[in-house]
Structures are given as C-alpha cells and as structure tokens.
C-alpha cells in the first residue's frame, strides 16, 4: 500500500431496494457545528470524499451514501450529513432506516426511540425488539407540508403535466395524472419522463420555498399490491431511480394528502415503490404542517473498507 493511502470503514444496507452506505470510520473533520454548517463544509472542502464513497468505480448512480457524525446534542444517538452522485440530501427517510439498523448492528443503539440530527432538522428513529429479523424500522420525519397545489408544467412531446409541490424534508414535484405506466420494466422510459418535468420545472421557474429547486419528481398510480394504496416512481437529484417507496417522497405525499383532506390524522398510508417494496405511513399535525412517521424495513448487507489509494487515477471516483 502507498503511502498516503486511506482506509474508509463503510457499513452497507438496502431499504426496501435502495442502498445506503454509511461512512463508520476515516471520514473528512466537518468540526463541531449543526449538521447543516457542517454539510457547507463537507460540500465545500471534501467534496471529492463524497465521489469517493458513491460514485463509480466503488459505487453507483444507486448508491445514497450517509455519513456518521458525532451529534450536537449528546442525547442525540448520531449526527448524519446523506449525499449521493449528484450532492448532498436534507433529509433521506430509507437512508435513516438504513443508518439505524446499521447503528443497531454495530451495537451502538439498542430497541427504543432515539433522535438523529440531520442538515433539515432532527428526527426520531424506533427499532422494535423484533428489527433484528424483520429489519422493521420506523422513522419520524422532519415537519412536511404542500407548498402548491396542482401547478401545470408542460412537457416537450407530452403536453401539460401538473402536479403538486411539497416538502418532506426534500423538494417533491408529485404528478399523479401523467398518462404512464409504472412498471420496473419501464424503468428508462419514466426516468426520461420524470427528468423531462424537472427541467420543465427549472424553464419555468417553478421552486419550493425561498427559490430552492425541485430536485426530486414523484409519479404515482394505481398499486400493484393489494395491500398497498398506490404505487411511485421517484426520480432523484443525479438521475438515479429509488427503488425503495422513498422517505421524504412518501412524507411529501401525506402532506398533498391531508392538504386535501384525503387522509385523517392516524390513518395508515401504504405507499408501493416501483420495485414492489412498501413504506406505511401516518402523521399528526404540527399547526400548518404535518410530522409523518414512515415505517419500512433494512437489512445490513456488507461491512468493508474503502481504500483511497493516490496512486488511484480514480482514487476519488469518476466525476463529470
Ligand atoms: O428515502 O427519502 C428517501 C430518499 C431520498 C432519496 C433517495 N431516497
């Protein structure tokens, strides 16, 4: 090994599909800050860290990585910064599943409720007794909410979309009447569709709050399951597909959802992902907003150690 070679301790898991791998050991000092001062420090200093742990040639397009940081708050179990091929996420609700039953596997939190810090405020995490063999995870969300109602985009060689903006800890552009299919089978056709509405989005000018774009694009329809209550396509910030029912997606959905009167205070959501997994969600009211709790499953797939070796031309991985 050459010198000036680093070692990177990762810990793996899926939710549902969607990967997540979480950086336990050798990850950039971000210093002491919130997790939102300390992710403008990981972009803005270590941003090279991030292609390193996702991208090709160790990871992939797929591949949402989460990095472990030392919470502000002591009684917090863990500090988290998500980031992926294309930057970094507020919140990722299959990335905090994938960090507890990570944290659970390491020993470092046991059944219970715990808090994690995020870049978009602090959520809580509950492991059941039994998450060890289902992997059942459940989350309680950042506060989420309809930023507007059905805003109407059009679509180069489709004609008018429109959909719904909200926040569920990530900006979400959710379409419901778009004319698709989803299957799995069509994966390509409805990631150039979703792509098309996100620059459709961006012509026009359309944002969630304080001008922040809409990075994610959520198509539903009918479920496939016949224990779930609708099925999603989610497009993600660098083009990538989740393959889980998505967090944040299915946060921002009962948002839109009890908006509209839709979906009572308590009642269960079951929200099918485009590769058959399902999240159940319900919410209470916080004033305006809603506080969703998601509950899915991860499992632990690979422990490893990255190595970054200089001599690497690809040491940090393959970036445009
Ligand atoms: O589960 O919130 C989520 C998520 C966001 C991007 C990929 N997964």
């Given at each position: 090994m050459s010198t000036g070679t680093r070692r990177v301790g990762v810990v793996d898991s899926h939710t549902g599909g969607e990967p997540t791998r979480v950086v336990i050991s050798g990850g950039p000092e971000l210093g002491p800050g919130p997790m939102a001062s300390r992710l403008a420090v990981f972009r803005d200093c270590f941003d090279s860290f991030r292609s390193a742990v996702?991208?090709?040639?160790?990871?992939?397009?797929v591949m949402v990585g989460a990095l472990l940081c030392e919470p502000v708050d002591p009684a917090s179990a863990a500090g988290v910064i998500f980031f992926n091929n294309a930057g970094y996420l507020g919140m990722c609700g299959h990335g905090t599943m994938g960090l507890a039953i990570t944290l659970a596997y390491l020993g470092r939190i046991a059944a219970g409720k715990h808090r994690v810090e995020t870049p978009v405020g602090t959520v809580g995490v509950e492991l059941s007794m039994t998450s060890h063999a289902c992997g059942e995870v459940t989350i309680e969300n950042v506060p989420s909410y309809r930023s507007a109602r059905q805003v109407s985009v059009d679509i180069a060689g489709h004609g008018a979309v429109s959909g719904d903006v909200a926040w569920g800890g990530n900006w979400f552009f959710l379409a419901g009447n778009h004319g698709r299919n989803l299957t799995l089978a069509d994966a390509d056709g409805l990631t150039e569709f979703a792509w098309r509405i996100r620059q459709a989005l961006a012509r026009d000018g359309i944002t969630g709050d304080s001008g922040q774009e809409i990075d994610h694009i959520e198509l539903f329809g009918p479920p496939k399951?016949?224990?779930?209550d609708s099925r999603n396509f989610v497009l993600c910030p660098g083009k990538a597909y989740d393959r889980s029912p998505c967090g944040t997606g299915t946060s921002a959905k009962i948002a839109c959802l009890a908006a509209d009167g839709k979906l009572a205070e308590g009642r269960i959501w079951r929200q099918e992902g485009i590769v058959g997994s399902v999240f159940e969600a319900c919410y209470r009211r916080q004033g305006a907003h809603v506080v969703p709790s998601i509950k899915g499953s991860a499992f632990v797939n690979a422990e490893a150690t990255l190595i970054l070796d200089p001599r690497d031309p690809f040491e940090m991985g393959i970036r445009e």
């Open positions: 996702v991208n090709e040639p160790r990871g992939s397009g399951r016949s224990d779930a």
